[in-house]
C-alpha cells in the first residue's frame, strides 16, 4: 500500500462517516495497512507502520491523529509477539488492532456516560465551537429528559459553533450563539463550562480550538467549573510549558474551501474533517513567516480545568499522567 | 556465675581499654565480653530496682519515668540484637540464666551450632518481645503512652535521630551507639536559632577527624578522607557526594577480605555500618546518598553464600560501577536529550547556584547550536553560582551574573527557569539549595515555566511540606564577612540575644514548579509518587 491508497483510503474513511473521529479513520487505516502488508519481519513490520502514519499526519495534522497512531502502534504490539510464524504473529497484531478500534468506538459514549449526570436539571452551559463529544453528552443529558439551555462561541473564523447550534436546535435544546468576545459578558449566566478537545497533553492540560484559552481563564476568574470531555486515543505524549511550546504543525491551519470536493461545507476544523492535502503541508511549507498566519488551536494549562472526563474514567488533570504513564509506558 | 562473669571481666577489660586507646578495632570476642559484662551489671541493678518497684507498685507500661527495669534491658537487648551477629550471646544471656555456662561450653560445641542455637532461641524471643513492648525507638517520647502494640502491628515509625537533637534521650542512644561503633561523637557548635535546635550544627573548624587516632583501623583511610572532603565543603553537591561515597565503597570492597568463619553478605553489610556513621557525622547524609547505600547494602546481601570472595567482589564492583553509569552518568544523558527540546532559539534561561545537570545541559544545548543566553543568579554564603559562571563562560555561553536579591528586577527577561534538585519528595515537593524556592515562587508571579531537572535515584519516599522539619545547618561562622579589616560579628556568640542561622536546604511547593525532567520523560510535579510505585515494582 503506498502514499497514495493510504490517503486515499483515509479520505474513504472520513467521508463515509463524517460523525466519525479522525483518529478513529487514521486507526482504520492504519489497520488495513497493516493487513494489506507485505514485509517479512516484524522490525519492518513496525518501521512501515510508523511511516503509514507519518504519511497520515501529513494529510491531516491534527494533534487526534498523531496520538491516535502511536497509541494504536503501541497498542497492537504490547503483547507478547514471541511465535516463530511472521504470519501468526501478524494475525494477533490485527485481532489487537480490530479489539483497539472496537473499544475506543465506544469511548464516546462511555464519556457521555459518565459526564451528563453533572448536567443539573435547569442548568446554563457554555460551551466552544463544534466538537462531536460534547454534542453526544449534550444528547444523552437530552435523553435523560434534563432541561438545560445551552451558549454557544461563534468561534471564527470557520463559525463552528453555528454548525454546533443547528445541530442542538435539532435536539430541542435551547441554545444561543455569543460572540468570541462575550465569554466574559455570559459567564455570570451560566452554570457550568463543557468544551471538548483536541489533544490531551502529559500535564493535564489540552489542546483545543483558539479561544479555550480564554475562556477557561474568565471561567477561572467566575469560580465556575471548567469540563473538558475527550477520548483516552487523544491522549499524547507533548509537554508544552506556554503556548510557544506547542508545536507550529499543529497550530497552522486554514479553514477549507469547495476546492477540494467535500460534501459539506461546515465540516469542523476542530474535529479535524479531512482535509485536502494541497492546504495541510502546503501551508506550512509555503508560507515563510508563520507570524502573519493565525495559530487555529490554543493550549490550556492544567491548573484552569476542573475534571477530564474520559473512558478512562473522571480524571483530575493530574491523574492524566498516571494514566498516561499507563498507556504509554 | 555473675562471679564468673565478672571477674572474666576484669582481666579482659584491661586488654580492652589497651585496644582502645591504641585504636585498634576490637575483636568481636574483645567485643562480646564487653557487652556481657555490661549486660551482668545490668542485671545486677536490675535485680534490686525489681525489688524496690514491686514493693512502690508497678506502674502502667507506658510511663516513660519509671520505665519498669526490664524494660530498658529488653530495649538495650533489642537494640543490640539487630546489630550484629554477635548478639545472640548477650540476649541468650540474660533471658536465661540457665545457660550461663554457656561460654564455658563454647569451647565443647561448635560454633555453628551454637550460632543457630542462639539464633532460634533469639527470634522465639524476639516474636515475645513484640507483644510486650512499644515502639523500641522512642524512651523517651515525651511522656506519651505507648500504644497498645499486642493489637497494632508495627506501624510507628521512627523518627530519625538527626531530626531529634533536641531529645537528651536520642543524644543518648546516638553516643552509646557511636561508642560501639568506636566513633567519635561531634558536638554541636554555638547557639542554635530556637526554630532549628532539634537540629546538628557543626563547626568546619572542629573537623571529626580531629578526634580520631592514628592510626585508626576502625575507619578505612578512604572513609576517613572522604568524610574530610565532605564536612570540608571540598567535595559539595548532590551528585559529586554520591559519586565518591560510591567510589570510596569501591575501594573498601577491594581491600576488604572476608574473616573466617563469617559470612560476606552479613559481614559486610555490618562493617559498613560504622563507616556510614561516621559520615553522617561528618556531613549529614543527602538522599541521593542514602538511596545509594540502600542499593549497595541490598547487593550486598543478596550475594549468594557460596559465592567465593574474589567472585562476590568483582561483583559487588561490577554493580557500583553499573549504578554510577546508568543512574548518573547515562541519566544525565537522557535529560540533557528531553531538555534541549524544551530550550528554544532567543531564549533566556535563569539557573541558580551550580548544579552539575544543569551545567550539563546547557552545556550540551550549545553544542546542538541553540541560541541562548544564561542569567546566573547567586547567594552568599556558598556563592556557588560563581563556579556554574567559570564552567558555562568556558564554554562560550553568553552570561549575566547577579544576585537573588536581584532576581524580580531581572526576572521579565526570562523566558524560562532551570533549577536542579537535590532530592524530590514523594509528595511532590522539591528539595535543593536554600533559595529555590524563592526563585521559584518569584518566577511563578511572572508567569515564567520553572523546570526541575532530577534524576530517579534522587526521588526519596519521604514527605515534606516545609523547610523546617528536616533540614540542615551549616557552620554559622560562614555567614561573619571581614571588610575593610573590619569584622563587625566577631563577637557573635558573646550576644545573648544574637543567632546566626545558615540553612543548606529548602523546599519548593509543587504549585510553582511546572515541569520534573527525569531521565523517565518529562513528567509533572505530582506523579513523583507514580514514578516511585513504578520503581518499586520494578525491583
Redesign the interface.
Known amino acids: 500500500m503506498n502514499e497514495e491508497e493510504l490517503v486515499e483510503y483515509f479520505r474513504a474513511q472520513v467521508g463515509k462517516d463524517p460523525d466519525m473521529a479522525s483518529a478513529v479513520a487514521a486507526i482504520r487505516t492504519l489497520l488495513e495497512f497493516l493487513k494489506r502488508d507485505k514485509g517479512e519481519t516484524i522490525l519492518g513490520l513496525r518501521e512501515s507502520l510508523t511511516w503509514a502514519t507519518a504519511c497520515l499526519k501529513g494529510v491531516d495534522s491534527s494533534v487526534a491523529v498523531s496520538s491516535g497512531g502511536e497509541l494504536f502502534l503501541r497498542f497492537i504490539s504490547l503483547t507478547s509477539l514471541e511465535h516463530q510464524d511472521l504470519s501468526r504473529c501478524k494475525k494477533v497484531m490485527e485481532e489487537r488492532g480490530e479489539l483497539f478500534l472496537e473499544k475506543i468506538s465506544m469511548s464516546r459514549n462511555k464519556v457521555a456516560k459518565l459526564c451528563h449526570t453533572f448536567i443539573k436539571d435547569g442548568a446554563k452551559i457554555l460551551t466552544h465551537s463544534y466538537s462531536r463529544v460534547v454534542l453526544r453528552v449534550l444528547e444523552k443529558a437530552a435523553a435523560e429528559k434534563k432541561r438545560f439551555s445551552v451558549y454557544v462561541t461563534e468561534s471564527q473564523p470557520d463559525a463552528a459553533g453555528r454548525q454546533m447550534a443547528e445541530t442542538l436546535k435539532k435536539l430541542n435544546v435551547p441554545v444561543t450563539v455569543v460572540l468570541d468576545a462575550a465569554v466574559g459578558y455570559v459567564l455570570e449566566k451560566v452554570d457550568l463550562v463543557i468544551v471538548g478537545a483536541e489533544g490531551v497533553v502529559?500535564?493535564?492540560g489540552i489542546i483545543n480550538k483558539i479561544g479555550t484559552y480564554q475562556m477557561a481563564l474568565c471561567s477561572k476568574a467566575h469560580n465556575k467549573p471548567f469540563y473538558v470531555v475527550a477520548e483516552s486515543f487523544k491522549f499524547v505524549?507533548l509537554?508544552p510549558?506556554?503556548q510557544?511550546?506547542v508545536p507550529d504543525k499543529f497550530k497552522v491551519r486554514r479553514p477549507f474551501s469547495l476546492f477540494d470536493g467535500f460534501p459539506s461545507p461546515h465540516s469542523d476544523v476542530l474535529t479535524g474533517a479531512c482535509f485536502p492535502s494541497q492546504y495541510k503541508a502546503d501551508t506550512l511549507k509555503s508560507v515563510k513567516n508563520l507570524s502573519e498566519e493565525h495559530p487555529i488551536i490554543d493550549y490550556t494549562p492544567?491548573s484552569l480545568i476542573t475534571l477530564l472526563f474520559t473512558d478512562l474514567g473522571v480524571l483530575t488533570p493530574?491523574a492524566v499522567?498516571?494514566e498516561l504513564?499507563k498507556l504509554y509506558? | 556465675m555473675a562471679d564468673s562473669g565478672v571477674t572474666d571481666g576484669f582481666e579482659k577489660t584491661d586488654g580492652i581499654e589497651r585496644a582502645k586507646s591504641e585504636g585498634k578495632e576490637l575483636t568481636k570476642e574483645e567485643k562480646q565480653r564487653l557487652r556481657k559484662e555490661k549486660k551482668q551489671q545490668k542485671k545486677n541493678k536490675e535485680k534490686k530496682d525489681d525489688r524496690a518497684s514491686q514493693e512502690s507498685g508497678r506502674e502502667k507500661q507506658g510511663v516513660s519515668s519509671a520505665a519498669s527495669a526490664p524494660q530498658p534491658s529488653a530495649q538495650s537487648a533489642a537494640q543490640k540484637a539487630p546489630s550484629a551477629v554477635p548478639a545472640p550471646v548477650p540476649v541468650a544471656a540474660s533471658e536465661a540464666p540457665a545457660p550461663a555456662p554457656a561460654p564455658a561450653d563454647k569451647p565443647a560445641k561448635s560454633k555453628a551450632e551454637l550460632k543457630a542455637e542462639r539464633r532460634a532461641r533469639q527470634d522465639a524471643e524476639r516474636a515475645s518481645k513484640h507483644g510486650k513492648k512499644g515502639d523500641p525507638g522512642q524512651p523517651g517520647a515525651a511522656g506519651k503512652p505507648k500504644a497498645p502494640t499486642s493489637e497494632l502491628q508495627p506501624v510507628v515509625k521512627r523518627l530519625p535521630e538527626h531530626i531529634q537533637v533536641d531529645n537528651p534521650d536520642v543524644l543518648k542512644k546516638l553516643a552509646k551507639k557511636l561508642e560501639r561503633q568506636q566513633i567519635p561523637l561531634r558536638l554541636d557548635y554555638g547557639y542554635k536559632v530556637s526554630l532549628f535546635s532539634h537540629l546538628h550544627q557543626y563547626s568546619r573548624k572542629a573537623p571529626l577527624t580531629q578526634q580520631l587516632s592514628i592510626p585508626s583501623t576502625v575507619i578505612h583511610p578512604a572513609i576517613v578522607r572522604l568524610g574530610l572532603q565532605y564536612s570540608q565543603g571540598i567535595v559539595a553537591g548532590s551528585n559529586a557526594r554520591s559519586v565518591a561515597l560510591l567510589h570510596a565503597f569501591r575501594q573498601v570492597i577491594r581491600d576488604y577480605t572476608t574473616p573466617p568463619n563469617e559470612e560476606l553478605s552479613r559481614d559486610l553489610v555490618n562493617r559498613l555500618k560504622p563507616y556510614i556513621s561516621f559520615l553522617n557525622q561528618c556531613r549529614p547524609l543527602s538522599a541521593s546518598m542514602g538511596n545509594a547505600i540502600k542499593y549497595i547494602k541490598k547487593e550486598i546481601s543478596n550475594i549468594p553464600s557460596q559465592c567465593k570472595e574474589e567472585e562476590a567482589k568483582s561483583k559487588l564492583l561490577h554493580c557500583i560501577e553499573w549504578y554510577i553509569k546508568e543512574k548518573i552518568i547515562l541519566a544525565a544523558k537522557a535529560i540533557a536529550e528531553s531538555s534541549i527540546e524544551k530550550i528554544s532559539d532567543g531564549d533566556v534561561i535563569l539557573i541558580y547556584g551550580c548544579s552539575s545537570l544543569v551545567n550539563h545541559i546547557l552545556c550540551e544545548a550549545f553544542e546542538k547550536s541553540r541560541k541562548f543566553r544564561v542569567i546566573v543568579v547567586d547567594s552568599r554564603p556558598r556563592l556557588e553560582g560563581r563556579e556554574a559562571l567559570r564552567r558555562l563562560v568556558q564554554r562560550g555561553i553568553s552570561c549575566t551574573y547577579v544576585l537573588i536579591s536581584a532576581v524580580s528586577y531581572i526576572l521579565p527577561e526570562v523566558s524560562k527557569v532551570f533549577l536542579g534538585a537535590h532530592a524530590l519528595l514523594a509528595n511532590g515537593y522539591v528539595m535543593s539549595r536554600v533559595g529555590t524556592s524563592q526563585i521559584a515562587l518569584v518566577a511563578k508571579a511572572f508567569n515564567v515555566p520553572v523546570l526541575v531537572c532530577c534524576e530517579t535515584y534522587k526521588f526519596c519516599e519521604r514527605v515534606q511540606t516545609d523547610s523546617f522539619v528536616s533540614n540542615e545547618l551549616d557552620d554559622p561562622d560562614d555567614l561573619i564577612v571581614t571588610r575593610n579589616g573590619r569584622t563587625q560579628l566577631e563577637n557573635w556568640q558573646q550576644e545573648p540575644s544574637l543567632g546566626l542561622l545558615n540553612l543548606v536546604y529548602d523546599v519548593t511547593p509543587p504549585d510553582f514548579v511546572d515541569l520534573v525532567i527525569t531521565e523517565l520523560g518529562m513528567i509533572p510535579c505530582t506523579s513523583v509518587p507514580v514514578v516511585l510505585r513504578v520503581k518499586n515494582v520494578d525491583q
Do not use: A, H, T, W
Request: charged share 25%.
Open positions: 502529559e500535564s493535564g505524549r509537554y510549558l506556554n510557544q511550546d492544567p493530574s499522567s498516571d504513564i509506558l
